[in-house]
């Protein structure tokens, strides 16, 4: 195992370690100084931009975590009982059209939700509206259909592979014991199957919170995150200590958020046990 963690150190740890020696620097002009301070964290603890977008980035990430894990477990739990020949070939299908670029899957969505794109075309083909609808695209609500869309391939295996280990004695027996579909799926399938729920929740979860490419297509002033200002420390605004110190905040955040949902989920499970 030694070369295999001496790579995952070198890659790991060290960008790591040098993002942190960065966010304790401060810019100084065209240069920064290397003089160790906390100021930058002093600075991202006190305005109050830097909260907000952080609070927006929790609640865009968080919904779109939602909504993705709700529509793929009904595929999933489709595949793991209902399929029983080509299994492979189903979860082949499902993911066939993640295999695109995410920038052009994004690009698409903008096409999609345009102004003339084909929500708007076809609801005016209809006669359902008039005009077309402005608050399809650069919005939050937009941020949150494309991630959901984006990241469902990450939300489907995780599910998939729960659902497909789950005894099936155990539903039988269950059935035996007088549960319908209903009280069975409460009371074993949902439970067994936590596991992967978390971890696809996780998958999306972590990632999307700092994602830019999204807010920055489609957000537009309301649904820009905290991905979108990091990028422009790193950016146009040259100020690489403040975007190191935003990344190592967000780090931090993302990580407390994981831990208290993991003790939760934990104590749900135990309870429902």
């Not at 968080?62 to 595929?75: E, H, K, N």
Request: include cysteine; proline fraction near 5%; charge should be neutral.
């Amino acid at each position: 195992m030694s070369p295999t963690l001496l790579v995952m150190s070198i890659g790991i740890l060290a960008p790591f370690l040098i993002l942190v020696t960065m966010s304790l620097w401060t810019r100084d002009g065209f240069s920064f100084d290397t003089a160790l301070t906390m100021a930058n964290y002093e600075r991202a603890w006190t305005e109050p931009i830097f909260g907000a977008l952080l609070k927006r980035s929790f609640w865009i990430s968080g919904i779109a975590t939602v909504v993705t894990v709700a529509l793929c477990y009904p595929m999933a739990y489709y595949v793991a009982f209902h399929v029983h020949r080509n299994k492979m070939m189903w979860i082949i299908l499902m993911t066939l059209p993640f295999w695109t670029s995410y920038l052009l899957r994004v690009f698409a969505w903008k096409v999609i939700l345009g102004y003339e794109g084909v929500i708007n075309s076809g609801l005016m083909v209809v006669g359902l509206i008039e005009e077309p609808l402005e608050f399809l695209l650069y919005s939050r609500e937009a941020v949150i259909i494309t991630l959901a869309h984006a990241w469902a391939a990450f939300a489907i295996l995780p599910l998939y592979v729960s659902l497909e280990k789950i005894d099936k004695s155990l539903l039988e027996a269950a059935t035996d014991l007088g549960d319908g579909p209903v009280a069975r799926f409460l009371r074993v399938t949902l439970p067994l199957s936590l596991p992967g729920i978390i971890a696809a929740a996780f998958l999306i979860f972590i990632p999307t919170t700092g994602d830019y490419i999204t807010p920055a297509l489609l957000g537009g002033p309301d649904g820009a995150m905290i991905g979108n200002f990091i990028q422009l420390q790193f950016g146009p605004v040259n100020n690489w200590p403040m975007g190191a110190t935003l990344s190592i905040v967000l780090m931090l955040w993302v990580s407390a958020i994981a831990l208290v949902f993991l003790f939760i989920t934990r104590l749900a499970k135990d309870k429902i046990a």
